[in-house]
Nanobody, 129 residues
Framework: QVQLVESGGGSVQAGGSLRLSCAAS????????MAWFRRGPEKEREGVAG????????YYAASAKGRFAISQDNAKNTLYLQMNSLKPEDTAVYYC??????????????????????WGQGTQVTVSS
């Protein structure tokens, strides 16, 4: 059973930066696709960024491209999301998630579908104007 614990959320003014962390424990073989999702007020859950861990290929939603960066530290079993140039519309609860994927193409597909096996509890990010 994989356990995911997010941290690093908080309040920031527009234009600021935050780095979210997701500590993973309880390794399950094959969980090689990790991602960040978010759900804003009165919005549907959105896949923000994903990474296919065997080769480090990354995938981003259009809303995140150029501003957010997903990365992994295998030694620490930790996933990160660096968020720059934050906007009020980035306000949301951010979740990390993991699952198995055959390859990076499927990992990207699951980022869009939201079909992940393991989820963290989320961390709140609030961006004020």
């Amino acid at each position: 059973q994989v356990q995911l614990v997010e941290s690093g959320g908080g309040s920031v003014q527009a234009g600021g930066s935050l780095r979210l962390s997701c500590a993973a424990s309880g390794y399950v073989p094959g969980t090689n696709c990790m991602a960040w999702f978010r759900r804003g007020p009165e919005k549907e859950r959105e896949g923000v960024a994903g990474i296919y861990t065997p080769d480090g290929t990354t995938y981003y939603a259009a809303s995140a491209k150029g501003r957010f960066a997903i990365s992994q530290d295998n030694a620490k079993n930790t996933l990160y999301l660096q968020m720059n140039s934050l906007k009020p519309e980035d306000t949301a609860v951010y979740y990390c998630a993991s699952r198995e994927a055959s390859n990076g193409v499927y990992c990207n597909f699951f980022l869009g579908s939201g079909d992940f096996s393991y989820w963290g509890q989320g961390t709140q990010v609030t961006v004020s104007s």
